[in-house]
């Protein structure tokens, strides 16, 4: 008995020390027929801080930002959409020169829990969108 509670307790204190970081990915899918210029700044990428312009073929969907650990600074929260600001500055797009209507950390951009730590950011743009 006492080494099934001792046993329980150290389980118990391991998933209390396990570190609070969260790791999101930025995937951008074109629905629009056409190709798209799509320009972000971040300075959490894997990469390290990156601010470059991409080109995202019809039909195509990509991943353009990989995020590092990042750290809530509220604790242990979980993933959430609102820490869009901690994984990019901006995320902008263009189609024919005419900027989206669709802004980064809008609530139209489709947010995925893919794990306790993981999550996922998806910008879905169409003709509609500019």
Not at 32 to 49: A, F, M
Not at 56 to 61: I, T, Y
Not at 69 to 75: A, Q
Request: aromatic content about 14%; some cysteine.
């Amino acid at each position: 008995m006492y080494k099934k509670l001792l046993f329980s307790i150290f389980i118990i204190i391991g998933f209390f020390s396990c570190e609070c970081s969260y790791q999101y990915t930025v995937y951008v899918r074109n629905n629009t027929g056409e190709e798209l210029q799509v320009s972000y700044k971040t300075l959490n990428d894997i990469r390290g801080e990156v601010e470059e312009t991409v080109k995202v073929p019809a039909g195509a969907f990509e991943s353009i930002i990989i995020s590092v650990d990042l750290f809530d600074p509220e604790g242990c929260t979980g993933t959430k959409p609102e820490h869009c600001k901690m994984v990019a500055e901006y995320v902008n797009a263009t189609l024919d020169e005419k900027p989206s209507k669709i802004a980064w950390c809008d609530e139209r951009i489709k947010f995925i829990k893919s794990d306790i730590q993981q999550g996922e950011f998806e910008i879905i743009y169409t003709e509609a969108d500019f």
